[in-house]
């Protein structure tokens, strides 16, 4: 039995090393056969998209803090130094000019009159004198029919009077409204040529307030006026209070 087996072993491998032969008698260099690339493969089918993911939850909101206490007042810095100038800018241009303004008018009050020759004068008392021939009175503040000016314009006037004495003594008063500003006394002592007798006053006027030239006495009534002397009434406006009437506010 033991021999029959070795025989039937070595009977096998004979016959596969002779098939081994064959086979290796067989092959082909690789080299010597080369086949024609393959047709490129179809592009593969997109995937679906995915599905969304879920929102996560809302966390929950914290309860507020308390307020904090109010913190101390830091203490105030120092001054920093001052910096210096800084260069000058190139001028602007030259702006549109304007509107043309409205000419400012200086208000005016002025008047001169004087006694015309042989003019029969008041002798009762408290009647104004007449200056009836105008030297001028450009404003008609001045009426040579009652010898009374009339305020138009607020502010301080001069007025003057000079008056020639002849023939009798001469008193008159400076009136306004009524109330006499200043008064004037000449006495005449039978001198053979005419003297004089001149005053004035600073008056502040409004509208409508009047001065004029009374006389003091009736017996004292020495005006006089001819060919080669004057009696004058002359007032003008010093400065005016524009700024504080409703006439100039406009």
């Given amino acids: 039995m033991p021999s029959l087996c070795l025989s039937s072993i070595y009977l096998l491998l004979t016959v596969q090393v002779r098939l081994s032969a064959q086979l290796e008698d067989n092959k082909i260099l690789s080299t010597q056969c080369v086949g024609q690339p393959g047709i490129p493969g179809s592009p593969g089918v997109h995937g679906s998209p995915g599905q969304p993911g879920r929102d996560g939850r809302d966390g929950r909101d914290a309860a507020h803090g308390e307020k904090g206490e109010k913190g ?3 203490d105030t810095g120092e001054s920093g130094q001052r910096g210096l100038t800084g260069d000058r800018g190139d ?5 549109e000019r304007g509107q043309p303004g409205e000419c400012a008018i ?6 001169s009159a004087k006694l015309s020759e042989g003019l029969t004068l008041p002798l009762s008392v408290g009647e104004a004198v007449r200056f009836d021939k105008i030297i001028i009175n450009e404003q008609d503040d001045y009426n040579a029919e009652t010898g009374r000016f009339t305020c138009k314009v607020p502010g301080v006037y001069y007025f003057a009077v000079h008056a020639t004495v002849y023939r009798s003594s001469l008193q008159f008063d400076l ?3 009524g109330h006499a500003v200043a008064s004037y006394f000449q006495f005449y002592g039978n001198w053979p040529k005419p003297v004089s007798l001149s005053g004035g006053s600073l008056l502040h006027m409004v509208p409508g307030d ?5 006389m003091a006495l009736s017996e004292y009534n020495g005006l006089y006026s001819s060919s080669k002397t004057d009696s004058t ?3 003008f406006l ?8 409703a006439v100039f506010a406009l």
């Fill in 106 to 111: 200086a208000p005016k009050s002025a008047f």
């Fill in 175 to 177: 009136m306004k409204n």
């Fill in 233 to 235: 009434f002359s007032g």
């Fill in 210 to 214: 009047q001065v004029w030239v009374q």
């Fill in 72 to 74: 101390d007042r830091g």
């Fill in 91 to 95: 001028p602007g241009q030259k702006g």
């Fill in 238 to 245: 010093v400065y005016s209070d524009w700024k504080h009437s």
